[in-house]
């Protein structure tokens, strides 16, 4: 079966363009989750969609980013302009929901902002 | 706001050894636990989780954790590690919530030979 896909795995950009993250959770799955892991912060909670709709936002930094599910299997998380203290793993998991906390993580995407 | 706090950043064992991992939570109510390991590169998969009943929970990969309410802890242990268990690991609490899992920072696993 088919995990949790990111892309891309390394994306290397300059300050100030836009980045494009993508993520295609399980099938089946109802529950979608970004997640951003720094060596400073740990891994943070940026967003949380449930049957597509965003539920919780509030670990989104800031305006820059953004975040969209416009179906079932398909997410992207967006940030415009790009910064260098956006550099980390940004990663992807789906759930069943329900709450039993298993999440199905994404191998990442590693931002790198010079 | 709830946490999970994991004293050790780094723990080095030889293989054959046994391995106690620590994670403390602050949830006072019930907490949902559970242990997360992820390898070089990867994402995290779940080990084990604990909801309610057994306090003592068997996991994947011969990986087993205790939940102590008098302690606030949910430690995790395996008898005897393997080389592939080197690995980073990482307790988390989802409290209340049905979806929001807070992590503790991770417990780097070092395997020697």
């Known amino acids: 079966d088919a995990g949790v896909i990111q892309s891309p795995r390394h994306e290397v950009t300059e300050m100030g363009q836009e980045v494009t993250l993508r993520c295609k959770p399980i099938?089946?799955?109802?529950?979608l989750f970004w997640y951003r892991q720094t060596m400073m912060r740990g891994l943070e909670l940026l967003i949380y969609?449930?049957?597509?709709?965003?539920?919780?936002d509030s670990g989104m930094p800031e305006d820059r980013f953004s975040a969209k599910m416009p179906n079932a299997s398909f997410s992207t998380l967006k940030i415009q302009p790009s910064e260098p203290r956006d550099s980390a793993v940004y990663f992807c998991?789906?759930?069943?929901?329900?709450?039993?906390?298993?999440?199905?993580f994404g191998e990442g995407s590693r931002l790198t902002v010079l | 706001a709830q946490s999970v706090t994991q004293p050790d950043i780094h723990i080095t064992v030889s293989e054959g050894a046994s391995l106690e991992l620590r994670c403390n939570y602050s949830?006072?109510?019930?907490?949902?636990l559970f242990w997360y390991v992820q390898s070089p590169g990867q994402g995290l998969q779940l080990l084990l989780k604990?909801?309610?009943?057994?306090?003592l929970v068997q996991g994947i990969k011969g990986f087993e954790a205790e939940f102590k309410r008098s302690q606030s802890s949910f430690n995790l242990r395996k008898p005897s590690v393997h080389w592939s268990d080197a690995a980073e690991y990482f307790c988390?609490?989802?409290?209340?919530?049905?979806?929001?899992?807070?992590f503790g920072k991770g417990t780097l696993l070092t395997v020697n030979p």
């Open positions: 604990y909801f309610s009943g057994d306090t």
């Open positions: 988390a609490d989802s409290g209340g919530s049905n979806y929001k899992l807070t």
């Open positions: 099938s089946g799955h109802n529950s």
């Open positions: 969609f449930n049957n597509n709709v965003p539920i919780d």
């Open positions: 998991a789906s759930s069943l929901g329900g709450g039993d906390g298993e999440l199905f």
């Open positions: 949830y006072g109510a019930t907490p949902y």
